[in-house]
């Protein structure tokens, strides 16, 4: 399976009460970002069998954006083991569930989606532990397979804007009118 791990998107400033917190929605670079993101995930023939994501709104918001621009028809699935509040063993749960999906995108928040992602990398036997830092709008995959997982490729925000500028610009040189 390729589980595709995304933070959400800017949200603007973190508000102190948590019930506000949950509603907070995507500022507008937020928005403006999802669909670039999506663009750049057409452009490298990305599909997906699956989206899940926290229920919170940010996230919601972020999966529901993405998926739409890239052709994602289903509807999101909301899941608790993505929420701020979730632990590592309710994301392994989660992973069980849904491995019968080819290519899996799961938003969540940061710090827990990098401890996720983390967990994922570094087998628990080895009593280490890998520190991942997913800006907002990061997207890593992981290929995950029997005895190994193996993290493909990491997008942070400017890689996919730079992706996203380069893949829409026009292909027609610029010539002077003089």
């Known amino acids: 399976?390729?589980?595709?791990?995304?933070?959400?998107?800017?949200?603007?400033?973190?508000?102190?009460?948590p019930l506000l917190?949950?509603?907070r929605p995507l500022d507008k670079e937020g928005k403006q970002y999802c669909l670039q993101l999506a663009h750049v995930l057409q452009a490298m023939k990305i599909q997906f069998d699956a989206i899940i994501s926290s229920p919170l709104k940010r996230a919601t918001q972020t999966a529901s954006l993405v998926g739409t621009e890239s052709?994602?028809?289903?509807?999101?699935?909301?899941?608790?083991?993505?929420?701020?509040?979730a632990s590592l063993e309710d994301f392994h749960k989660l992973l069980q569930e849904i491995q019968v999906h080819e290519n899996v995108m799961v938003v969540g928040h940061?710090?827990?989606?990098?401890?996720?992602?983390?967990?994922?990398?570094?087998?628990?036997?080895?009593?280490?532990?890998?520190?991942?830092r997913l800006r907002k709008g990061s997207l890593?995959?992981?290929?995950?397979?029997?005895?190994?997982?193996?993290?493909?490729?990491?997008?942070?925000?400017?890689?996919?804007?730079?992706?996203y500028a380069t893949s829409t610009k026009s292909s027609r040189r610029k010539t002077s009118r003089k």
């Open 1 to 17: 399976m390729n589980l595709f791990v995304l933070r959400h998107a800017s949200a603007g400033t973190r508000r102190v009460n």
């Open 21 to 23: 917190d949950g509603k």
């Open 71 to 85: 052709g994602y028809e289903a509807p999101v699935l909301l899941s608790t083991a993505l929420a701020p509040t």
């Open 110 to 132: 940061s710090p827990n989606i990098e401890n996720f992602l983390g967990s994922l990398l570094v087998p628990a036997s080895s009593h280490l532990s890998a520190n991942v």
């Open 140 to 163: 890593a995959r992981v290929s995950l397979q029997r005895g190994s997982n193996t993290l493909m490729w990491m997008l942070d925000p400017r890689t996919v804007r730079a992706l």
